[in-house]
Protein backbone atom coordinates (compact mmCIF):
# COMPACT_ATOMS: atom_id res chain seq x y z
CA UNK A 1 0.00 0.00 0.00
CA UNK A 2 1.30 3.31 -0.96
CA UNK A 3 -0.25 6.51 -1.58
CA UNK A 4 -0.03 10.46 -1.12
CA UNK A 5 -2.90 12.68 -0.30
CA UNK A 6 -3.46 16.26 0.74
CA UNK A 7 -3.23 17.84 4.20
CA UNK A 8 -5.96 19.73 4.77
CA UNK A 9 -8.04 17.37 3.62
CA UNK A 10 -7.01 14.71 5.28
CA UNK A 11 -7.32 16.46 8.68
CA UNK A 12 -10.86 16.86 8.04
CA UNK A 13 -11.89 13.23 7.30
CA UNK A 14 -9.58 12.04 10.40
CA UNK A 15 -11.22 14.50 12.77
CA UNK A 16 -14.33 12.93 11.21
CA UNK A 17 -13.99 9.10 12.21
CA UNK A 18 -12.30 9.90 15.16
CA UNK A 19 -15.16 10.25 17.20
CA UNK A 20 -16.34 6.71 15.79
CA UNK A 21 -13.52 4.97 17.67
CA UNK A 22 -13.75 3.34 20.95
CA UNK A 23 -11.63 5.17 23.58
CA UNK A 24 -12.29 2.75 26.63
CA UNK A 25 -11.99 -0.98 25.33
CA UNK A 26 -9.79 -3.87 25.84
CA UNK A 27 -10.55 -4.70 22.06
CA UNK A 28 -7.20 -2.53 20.48
CA UNK A 29 -8.62 -3.14 17.52
CA UNK A 30 -11.26 -0.54 18.03
CA UNK A 31 -8.77 2.18 18.65
CA UNK A 32 -7.70 1.57 14.50
CA UNK A 33 -9.33 2.86 12.03
CA UNK A 34 -8.97 1.14 9.08
CA UNK A 35 -7.45 2.35 5.76
CA UNK A 36 -8.03 1.30 2.09
CA UNK A 37 -6.09 2.41 -0.56
CA UNK A 38 -7.92 1.63 -4.18
CA UNK A 39 -6.33 1.67 -7.65
CA UNK A 40 -8.88 4.13 -8.84
CA UNK A 41 -7.83 7.13 -6.70
CA UNK A 42 -9.54 7.16 -3.81
CA UNK A 43 -8.57 5.73 -0.13
CA UNK A 44 -11.21 5.07 2.56
CA UNK A 45 -11.22 5.04 6.14
CA UNK A 46 -13.54 3.68 8.60
CA UNK A 47 -14.24 3.27 12.43
CA UNK A 48 -16.72 1.42 14.63
CA UNK A 49 -17.01 1.02 18.30
CA UNK A 50 -19.52 -2.26 17.51
CA UNK A 51 -22.55 -0.08 17.63
CA UNK A 52 -21.67 3.22 15.80
CA UNK A 53 -19.66 2.83 12.63
CA UNK A 54 -18.60 5.56 10.14
CA UNK A 55 -16.99 5.60 6.98
CA UNK A 56 -15.74 8.37 4.39
CA UNK A 57 -13.60 8.17 1.46
CA UNK A 58 -11.04 11.00 -0.43
CA UNK A 59 -9.26 11.32 -3.57
CA UNK A 60 -5.59 10.37 -3.28
CA UNK A 61 -2.44 9.74 -5.26
CA UNK A 62 -2.26 5.83 -5.05
CA UNK A 63 0.90 4.13 -6.50
CA UNK A 64 -0.14 0.50 -4.69
CA UNK A 65 -2.98 -0.65 -3.61
CA UNK A 66 -3.86 -2.09 0.22
CA UNK A 67 -5.26 -1.65 3.27
CA UNK A 68 -4.49 -1.90 7.19
CA UNK A 69 -5.24 -0.42 10.42
CA UNK A 70 -3.48 1.85 12.68
CA UNK A 71 -4.67 4.10 15.74
CA UNK A 72 -6.73 7.08 14.85
CA UNK A 73 -5.93 9.40 17.47
CA UNK A 74 -2.31 9.25 16.99
CA UNK A 75 -2.66 9.41 13.02
CA UNK A 76 -4.75 12.61 13.09
CA UNK A 77 -2.44 14.29 15.69
CA UNK A 78 0.56 13.30 13.66
CA UNK A 79 -0.95 15.48 10.34
CA UNK A 80 -1.94 17.84 12.24
CA UNK A 81 1.71 19.05 13.31
CA UNK A 82 3.69 18.24 9.63
CA UNK A 83 3.95 21.27 7.71
CA UNK A 84 3.81 20.21 4.56
CA UNK A 85 0.60 20.61 2.20
CA UNK A 86 1.13 16.64 0.80
CA UNK A 87 1.83 13.90 2.84
CA UNK A 88 2.98 10.09 1.59
CA UNK A 89 1.88 6.90 2.80
CA UNK A 90 3.31 3.29 2.91
CA UNK A 91 2.79 -0.25 4.35
CA UNK A 92 5.54 -2.13 5.27
CA UNK A 93 4.23 -6.05 5.71
CA UNK A 94 7.43 -8.08 7.13
CA UNK A 95 7.55 -5.02 9.89
CA UNK A 96 3.84 -4.28 10.52
CA UNK A 97 4.76 -0.47 10.42
CA UNK A 98 2.63 2.68 8.43
CA UNK A 99 5.38 5.07 7.31
CA UNK A 100 4.04 8.90 7.26
CA UNK A 101 6.36 10.92 5.56
CA UNK A 102 6.55 14.40 4.75
CA UNK A 103 9.38 16.31 3.72
CA UNK A 104 12.25 15.60 6.43
CA UNK A 105 9.51 14.19 8.93
CA UNK A 106 9.20 10.06 8.73
CA UNK A 107 7.00 8.32 11.32
CA UNK A 108 6.35 4.63 11.85
CA UNK A 109 2.58 4.01 13.71
CA UNK A 110 2.33 0.47 14.53
CA UNK A 111 -0.40 -1.57 12.74
CA UNK A 112 -3.14 -3.91 13.49
CA UNK A 113 -3.92 -6.18 9.90
CA UNK A 114 -6.90 -5.40 8.21
CA UNK A 115 -8.54 -8.69 8.34
CA UNK A 116 -8.52 -8.12 12.57
CA UNK A 117 -10.35 -5.17 11.92
CA UNK A 118 -14.85 -5.55 12.72
CA UNK A 119 -17.24 -6.72 9.94
CA UNK A 120 -18.86 -3.33 9.62
CA UNK A 121 -22.92 -3.34 8.82
CA UNK A 122 -23.61 -0.34 6.71
CA UNK A 123 -27.57 -1.67 5.82
CA UNK A 124 -27.30 -1.33 1.98
CA UNK A 125 -30.27 -3.57 2.09
CA UNK A 126 -32.32 -0.62 4.04
CA UNK A 127 -33.92 1.89 1.86
CA UNK A 128 -33.04 5.62 1.87
CA UNK A 129 -34.86 8.60 1.36
CA UNK A 130 -33.52 12.03 0.62
CA UNK A 131 -33.95 14.92 3.25
CA UNK A 132 -33.78 18.53 4.47
CA UNK A 133 -30.03 18.20 6.35
CA UNK A 134 -30.84 21.74 7.61
CA UNK A 135 -33.66 21.03 9.10
CA UNK A 136 -32.36 17.63 10.86
CA UNK A 137 -29.20 19.10 11.80
CA UNK A 138 -31.44 21.76 13.51
CA UNK A 139 -33.73 19.29 15.55
CA UNK A 140 -30.45 17.59 17.22
CA UNK A 141 -29.49 20.75 17.96
CA UNK A 142 -32.46 21.95 20.18
CA UNK A 143 -32.51 18.67 21.85
CA UNK A 144 -29.32 17.49 22.38
CA UNK A 145 -28.03 19.20 25.39
CA UNK A 146 -30.90 17.73 27.31
CA UNK A 147 -29.82 13.90 26.68
CA UNK A 148 -28.57 12.29 29.50
CA UNK A 149 -24.97 11.31 29.49
CA UNK A 150 -25.79 7.79 31.14
CA UNK A 151 -28.92 6.01 31.40
CA UNK A 152 -30.93 6.85 35.07
CA UNK A 153 -33.93 5.93 36.51
CA UNK A 154 -36.30 8.27 35.20
CA UNK A 155 -35.04 8.90 31.31
CA UNK A 156 -33.28 7.20 28.57
CA UNK A 157 -29.24 8.04 27.08
CA UNK A 158 -30.61 8.88 23.67
CA UNK A 159 -32.80 10.67 21.91
CA UNK A 160 -36.53 9.96 20.68
CA UNK A 161 -37.88 9.81 17.84
CA UNK A 162 -41.56 9.50 16.66
CA UNK A 163 -45.11 10.47 14.81
CA UNK A 164 -47.17 12.70 16.20
CA UNK A 165 -51.38 12.41 16.07
CA UNK A 166 -50.58 16.44 14.09
CA UNK A 167 -48.45 14.46 11.25
CA UNK A 168 -45.25 15.80 12.64
CA UNK A 169 -41.99 14.02 13.22
CA UNK A 170 -40.83 15.09 16.54
CA UNK A 171 -37.46 14.56 18.37
CA UNK A 172 -37.57 14.06 22.25
CA UNK A 173 -34.87 14.34 25.28
CA UNK A 174 -34.79 14.15 28.85
CA UNK A 175 -32.46 13.97 31.67
CA UNK A 176 -35.11 13.78 34.10
CA UNK A 177 -34.81 17.16 35.40
CA UNK A 178 -35.60 19.14 32.03
CA UNK A 179 -37.29 17.96 29.02
CA UNK A 180 -36.75 19.15 25.11
CA UNK A 181 -38.70 18.77 21.78
CA UNK A 182 -38.51 19.78 18.52
CA UNK A 183 -41.25 19.12 16.19
CA UNK A 184 -40.75 19.26 12.04
CA UNK A 185 -43.27 18.57 9.58
CA UNK A 186 -43.20 15.34 8.04
CA UNK A 187 -42.48 16.54 4.15
CA UNK A 188 -38.89 17.50 5.93
CA UNK A 189 -38.42 13.45 5.36
CA UNK A 190 -40.14 12.50 2.19
CA UNK A 191 -41.25 9.02 1.95
CA UNK A 192 -39.40 7.89 5.51
CA UNK A 193 -41.30 5.49 7.28
CA UNK A 194 -41.29 5.75 10.64
CA UNK A 195 -43.55 2.93 12.50
CA UNK A 196 -43.91 3.26 16.03
CA UNK A 197 -40.51 4.81 18.45
CA UNK A 198 -37.04 4.89 17.89
CA UNK A 199 -34.06 6.04 19.92
CA UNK A 200 -31.02 7.06 18.81
CA UNK A 201 -28.19 6.63 21.38
CA UNK A 202 -26.15 10.30 22.42
CA UNK A 203 -22.71 9.57 20.91
CA UNK A 204 -24.83 9.00 17.51
CA UNK A 205 -26.60 12.33 17.73
CA UNK A 206 -23.24 13.87 18.41
CA UNK A 207 -22.10 12.59 15.20
CA UNK A 208 -25.05 13.32 13.23
CA UNK A 209 -24.86 16.76 14.35
CA UNK A 210 -21.21 17.29 13.44
CA UNK A 211 -21.53 15.46 10.17
CA UNK A 212 -24.32 17.22 8.94
CA UNK A 213 -22.38 20.62 9.81
CA UNK A 214 -20.42 20.66 6.67
CA UNK A 215 -23.17 18.77 4.18
CA UNK A 216 -26.28 20.00 2.60
CA UNK A 217 -27.14 16.83 0.66
CA UNK A 218 -28.05 13.82 2.85
CA UNK A 219 -30.61 10.65 2.72
CA UNK A 220 -31.44 8.43 5.91
CA UNK A 221 -33.26 5.52 7.00
CA UNK A 222 -34.45 3.62 9.88
CA UNK A 223 -35.88 0.47 10.90
CA UNK A 224 -36.40 -1.34 13.74
CA UNK A 225 -32.69 -1.89 15.43
CA UNK A 226 -30.47 0.86 13.19
CA UNK A 227 -30.58 4.15 11.53
CA UNK A 228 -28.00 4.91 8.75
CA UNK A 229 -27.30 7.99 6.98
CA UNK A 230 -25.90 8.70 3.90
CA UNK A 231 -24.21 11.83 2.50
CA UNK A 232 -21.87 11.85 -0.77
CA UNK A 233 -18.68 10.84 0.65
CA UNK A 234 -19.93 9.71 4.07
CA UNK A 235 -22.11 7.01 5.52
CA UNK A 236 -22.46 6.77 8.97
CA UNK A 237 -24.57 3.52 10.80
CA UNK A 238 -25.89 3.52 14.56
CA UNK A 239 -27.87 0.66 16.34
CA UNK A 240 -30.85 2.10 18.04
CA UNK A 241 -31.08 1.73 21.58
CA UNK A 242 -33.06 -1.39 23.19
CA UNK A 243 -34.94 0.81 26.01
CA UNK A 244 -38.03 2.67 27.53
CA UNK A 245 -38.22 5.76 27.29
CA UNK A 246 -40.68 8.04 29.70
CA UNK A 247 -43.78 8.73 29.38
CA UNK A 248 -42.95 12.41 29.38
CA UNK A 249 -45.87 14.08 27.94
CA UNK A 250 -47.96 13.43 31.67
CA UNK A 251 -45.66 16.12 32.83
CA UNK A 252 -46.32 18.48 30.69
CA UNK A 253 -49.04 21.12 32.07
CA UNK A 254 -52.16 20.90 29.87
CA UNK A 255 -52.81 24.45 30.78
CA UNK A 256 -50.13 27.37 31.38
CA UNK A 257 -52.52 30.22 32.82
CA UNK A 258 -49.64 32.55 33.92
CA UNK A 259 -46.81 34.18 31.64
CA UNK A 260 -44.67 36.71 30.83
CA UNK A 261 -42.12 37.53 27.59
CA UNK A 262 -38.66 38.72 27.61
CA UNK A 263 -36.41 39.79 24.78
CA UNK A 264 -33.75 37.39 24.15
CA UNK A 265 -30.74 39.56 24.13
CA UNK A 266 -31.86 40.74 27.24
CA UNK A 267 -32.59 37.91 29.51
CA UNK A 268 -29.70 35.53 28.50
CA UNK A 269 -27.30 38.24 28.97
CA UNK A 270 -28.77 38.90 32.33
CA UNK A 271 -28.30 35.21 33.39
CA UNK A 272 -25.12 35.42 32.42
CA UNK A 273 -24.16 37.60 34.66
CA UNK A 274 -25.93 36.20 37.83
CA UNK A 275 -24.60 33.18 36.52
CA UNK A 276 -21.07 34.46 37.99
CA UNK A 277 -21.71 33.91 41.46
CA UNK A 278 -23.11 30.47 41.06
CA UNK A 279 -20.82 27.34 41.31
CA UNK A 280 -21.55 23.03 41.19
CA UNK A 281 -23.04 23.58 44.69
CA UNK A 282 -25.48 26.54 44.64
CA UNK A 283 -26.45 26.01 41.25
CA UNK A 284 -30.01 27.85 40.96
CA UNK A 285 -31.34 31.19 39.71
CA UNK A 286 -34.22 32.62 41.28
CA UNK A 287 -37.00 33.94 39.11
CA UNK A 288 -38.81 36.62 41.06
CA UNK A 289 -41.84 37.78 39.38
CA UNK A 290 -44.11 40.92 40.12
CA UNK A 291 -45.77 44.02 38.25
CA UNK A 292 -43.95 44.63 35.22
CA UNK A 293 -40.92 43.29 36.74
CA UNK A 294 -38.50 40.29 36.75
CA UNK A 295 -35.69 40.06 39.43
CA UNK A 296 -33.11 37.59 39.04
CA UNK A 297 -31.34 36.26 42.11
CA UNK A 298 -28.94 34.19 42.82
CA UNK A 299 -26.35 33.49 45.79
CA UNK A 300 -23.27 31.23 47.23
CA UNK A 301 -22.06 31.61 50.69
CA UNK A 302 -18.23 31.74 49.70
CA UNK A 303 -18.82 34.40 46.72
CA UNK A 304 -21.61 36.37 47.44
CA UNK A 305 -25.10 37.33 45.83
CA UNK A 306 -26.18 38.79 42.75
CA UNK A 307 -29.56 40.21 41.77
CA UNK A 308 -30.63 41.82 38.03
CA UNK A 309 -33.96 43.15 37.05
CA UNK A 310 -35.33 43.35 33.96
CA UNK A 311 -38.63 45.32 32.81
CA UNK A 312 -41.58 43.29 31.54
CA UNK A 313 -45.39 43.51 31.04
CA UNK A 314 -47.02 41.56 33.96
CA UNK A 315 -49.70 42.46 35.96
CA UNK A 316 -50.65 39.53 38.31
CA UNK A 317 -49.85 37.74 41.52
CA UNK A 318 -45.72 37.70 42.88
CA UNK A 319 -44.29 34.26 42.05
CA UNK A 320 -40.95 33.11 42.65
CA UNK A 321 -39.37 30.15 41.39
CA UNK A 322 -35.94 28.69 41.02
CA UNK A 323 -34.43 26.50 37.98
CA UNK A 324 -30.73 25.37 37.44
CA UNK A 325 -29.40 28.58 35.41
CA UNK A 326 -27.26 26.48 33.57
CA UNK A 327 -30.42 24.56 32.34
CA UNK A 328 -32.08 27.69 31.52
CA UNK A 329 -29.04 28.67 29.43
CA UNK A 330 -28.83 25.48 27.49
CA UNK A 331 -32.45 26.04 26.29
CA UNK A 332 -32.32 29.45 25.61
CA UNK A 333 -28.95 28.90 23.71
CA UNK A 334 -30.51 26.69 20.83
CA UNK A 335 -33.83 29.46 20.95
CA UNK A 336 -34.16 31.33 16.94
CA UNK A 337 -35.94 33.91 18.51
CA UNK A 338 -35.82 37.89 19.33
CA UNK A 339 -38.39 36.66 22.21
CA UNK A 340 -38.21 34.33 25.02
CA UNK A 341 -41.88 33.09 26.28
CA UNK A 342 -41.80 32.10 29.99
CA UNK A 343 -44.97 30.12 31.04
CA UNK A 344 -45.62 28.71 34.26
CA UNK A 345 -48.16 26.73 36.75
CA UNK A 346 -47.03 26.83 40.21
CA UNK A 347 -44.08 26.33 42.26
CA UNK A 348 -43.98 22.20 41.69
CA UNK A 349 -44.54 21.77 37.93
CA UNK A 350 -42.26 22.66 35.68
CA UNK A 351 -41.49 25.95 34.06
CA UNK A 352 -41.74 26.06 30.16
CA UNK A 353 -39.68 28.01 28.31
CA UNK A 354 -40.86 28.43 24.34
CA UNK A 355 -39.65 30.69 20.95
CA UNK A 356 -42.63 32.63 19.76
CA UNK A 357 -40.44 32.56 16.28
CA UNK A 358 -39.44 29.01 17.01
CA UNK A 359 -42.86 27.33 17.19
CA UNK A 360 -41.58 23.68 16.90
CA UNK A 361 -39.35 24.36 20.08
CA UNK A 362 -40.44 23.10 23.54
CA UNK A 363 -38.42 22.96 26.58
CA UNK A 364 -39.48 22.34 30.55
CA UNK A 365 -37.58 22.46 33.25
CA UNK A 366 -38.09 21.26 36.67
CA UNK A 367 -37.91 23.72 39.43
CA UNK A 368 -35.03 23.16 42.42
CA UNK A 369 -35.88 23.86 46.39
CA UNK A 370 -33.59 26.23 47.46
Known sequence: MKFQMEKASLVQVLQKIQSATEKKTTMPILNNCLISAAEDGTVEFSATDLELSLWTKMGAQVSAEGKTTTSARKLLEIVREIPQDRISFSLDPLRGRLLV??????????TIPAEDFPNINFYQDLP?????ANILRRALQKTLYSIPME???FSAPGLLWHFTEENEFRFVSSDGHRLSYYEVPSGAFPGLELTGEVIVPRKAVQEIHRLLEKETETSIGVDERSLVLRTPTTFLSTLLLDVEFPEYEMIIPAERPFGISVATDVLYPALKRVALVTDLTYRHVKFNISTNSLELESGNPELGNAND???????????SVAFNVKYVMDCISVMESSTIRFEWVDQVHGGIFLAPEDPGYFSLIMPMVV
Request: hydrophobic content about 30%; charged content about 40%; glycine content about 10%.
Open 101 to 110: TAGRSRFELS
Open 128 to 132: LTGCD
Open 151 to 153: EET
Open 309 to 319: IIDIDYEGEDF
